[in-house]
């Protein structure tokens, strides 16, 4: 039987330099080919909102649906690490966030709970860690304050978004937080914090220098109405779907992928 990757384990690929190919997974399906392909964490995303369910935004999304979802990829899956995003209005409070983290620790079958956001959600995290579950940030494009954000927008672009996402993250992992998604920043800006901190940075929309690289699974195999730039059809070229995995974490790990038309400046 197949070792779980654990949280330590991310920690020593950051130092060894290897990367770590994430991809999302919502159902056992996929979850069986991304193991079998070698994908090192699947990520239960919150995207599902619109990717399964239809929606413009990830704003409907409920405990509940995540669950449902993160138990069908772990009840299939043994060596990767899960990560299920807390969906919107789940960490209200530091007691709301831990009881919801909780239940997708034990009823989903998570292995890390993920929230977005950096100040105000410290007291969260620090309630979730301290209860001995392990935690991933997310900072840049943060999809649940999509109406605060005003759209799907690179973040990071003016100096003093730049320094306030630095210490953001830095308390973000001084509170405990074992890993951190950059989602649409420049990529220079990706690789200034990713040096600066111990814990890896796993990007989309993010350059070639985080630690580790996302995407979601449906927008790599070419099956979104509308590509984002940063992404890559990784079924173009493949003959199916396990192929296309597999070609998404050889490109992520020897650094073929992303290229430089991938990322922001
Ligand atoms: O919900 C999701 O799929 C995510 C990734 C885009 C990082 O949070």
Redesign the pocket.
């Given at each position: 039987m197949a070792k779980t990757l654990r949280t330590h384990d991310l920690i020593s690929m950051k130092q060894a330099g290897e990367k770590i190919a994430c991809l999302?997974s919502y159902d056992a399906s996929f979850a069986r080919l991304q193991e079998e392909a070698g994908v090192d964490v699947l990520?239960v995303?919150?995207?599902l909102g619109m990717v399964l369910q239809g929606a413009t935004t990830?704003l409907q999304v409920n405990i509940y649906d995540m669950i449902y979802h993160t138990s069908m990829v772990s009840r299939v899956c043994q060596r990767p690490l899960i990560i299920t995003?807390m969906p919107f209005m789940s960490y209200q409070s530091a007691a709301q966030a831990l009881g919801n983290a909780g239940r997708l620790i034990a009823e989903g079958g998570a292995h890390m709970v993920?929230l977005e956001g950096g100040k105000p959600v410290l007291a969260a995290i620090e309630k979730i860690v301290a209860n001995g579950i392990p935690v991933c940030g997310?900072l840049g494009l943060t999809?649940q304050s999509i109406h605060e954000l005003g759209g799907y927008k690179v973040q990071g672009k003016t100096e003093e978004s730049v320094k306030k996402m630095l210490n953001e993250a830095k308390m973000l992992e001084q509170a405990g937080i074992k890993a951190l998604?950059f989602?649409c920043i420049p990529s220079p800006v990706a690789k200034m914090i990713t040096d600066e901190l111990s814990i890896p940075t796993i990007g989309?929309g993010a350059g070639v220098d985080c630690d580790g690289q996302?995407l979601?699974a449906q927008d790599m195999l070419g099956m979104s109405q509308k590509q984002p730039v940063f992404c890559k059809d990784f079924l173009s070229g493949n003959d199916s779907i396990l192929a296309a995995f597999k070609a998404y974490v050889t490109s992520v790990k020897d650094k073929s992928f992303p290229e430089k038309e991938h990322g922001f400046d």
């Open positions: 999302t990520l995303g919150d995207s990830t995003d993920k997310h999809p998604v989602e989309i996302v979601v």
